[in-house]
């Protein structure tokens, strides 16, 4: 092709947009063009979707979070429920039946937080025979947590009322760590089942 010819060209490319159309036609510039065109709508519907789709997603994760707050709700009130209708039988087989002890609650406000590492009111169940002091606590489920703060309890305990108490803890599962704890911390342990 001639340097005439190709100047000329690129001047009616330039200069003419019937030419211009007449090749891009022919070379297909034009599908090409409506192509993109298309998909740049579909990004845009592709776009909306996943957007709605994130929504949905944070919309379930709030469900979620929502029932699991349920859920532990459900379970703390559960574990109260329990320890209060344990209480109340053990009071009356021991007390009442066999007159054997004397059940309290022992409530202090520990203001040097030796239990929680903060000033904190501190409420336990004590079983009282002469000057016999069991120091007793019922859970849902027995952990770690719950051995290590009744070890504290006890030494709050013998600290105020001059008296060095027994320790008990009583639930229907026991995590095997937090039996392992007891048994160092010299704490009686009173489970139908050790979980792992």
């Known amino acids: 092709m001639g340097v005439d010819l190709r100047k000329e060209?690129?001047?009616?490319?330039?200069?003419?947009?019937?030419?211009?159309?007449?090749?891009?036609g022919l070379l297909?510039?034009?599908?090409?063009?409506?192509?993109?065109?298309?998909?740049?709508?579909?990004?845009v519907k592709l776009q909306e979707q996943v957007a709605k789709q994130g929504e949905a997603i944070l919309a379930?994760?709030?469900?979620?979070?929502?029932?699991?707050?349920s859920i532990t709700a459900l379970g703390y009130r559960?574990?109260?429920?329990?320890?209060?209708?344990?209480?109340?039988?053990?009071?009356y087989l021991i007390e009442d039946l066999l007159k054997a002890?004397?059940?309290?609650?022992?409530t202090y406000?520990?203001?040097?937080?030796?239990?929680?590492?903060?000033?904190?009111?501190?409420?336990?169940?004590?079983?009282?025979?002469?000057?016999?002091?069991?120091?007793?606590?019922?859970?849902?489920?027995?952990?770690?947590?719950d051995v290590a703060e009744l070890a504290r309890e006890g030494i709050l305990y013998e600290s105020v009322n001059k008296v060095k108490p027994k320790l008990l803890i009583v639930g229907p599962v026991v995590r095997k760590?937090?039996?392992?704890?007891?048994?160092?911390l010299n704490i009686e342990?009173?489970?139908?089942e050790v979980m792992e």
């Open 109 to 145: 406000y520990d203001n040097e937080g030796v239990v929680f590492g903060y000033p904190s009111v501190i409420d336990v169940n004590v079983l009282i025979r002469d000057n016999e002091h069991i120091l007793i606590e019922y859970k849902a489920s027995i952990d770690r947590g």
């Open 60 to 69: 379930l994760q709030r469900s979620h979070e929502k029932l699991a707050a």
């Open 189 to 192: 342990v009173r489970a139908t």
């Open 177 to 184: 760590r937090a039996l392992e704890l007891a048994k160092a």
């Open 78 to 91: 559960y574990g109260i429920y329990t320890e209060d209708i344990f209480r109340d039988a053990i009071k």
């Open 9 to 24: 060209l690129l001047r009616l490319l330039k200069e003419d947009e019937e030419f211009r159309l007449a090749v891009t």
């Open 28 to 43: 297909g510039i034009d599908e090409i063009l409506k192509a993109i065109k298309s998909l740049q709508e579909q990004m």
């Open 101 to 106: 002890y004397e059940v309290r609650r022992w």
